[in-house]
């Protein structure tokens, strides 16, 4: 399953920045924090915290 076409298409999900450690810290967080949310709920934030601000 993924996005539609266009969408994400050059999303970098792996970014020196953001090593993959770092990344499921923040899904468990996220679980964490807002435990009235689902898993995929923590997965979009993560995704648009790799995509960055919007320029």
């Known amino acids: 399953m993924r996005a539609p076409a266009g969408v994400d298409e050059d999303l970098d999900l ?24 689902d898993y995929m709920d923590a997965v979009r934030a993560l995704y648009h915290l790799l995509r960055g601000p919007k320029l």
Not at 26 to 32: E, G, H, M, S
């Open 14 to 37: 792996l970014p020196p920045s953001r090593p993959l450690q770092d990344q499921a810290a923040f899904l468990r967080d996220f679980c964490r924090a807002h435990p009235d949310q």
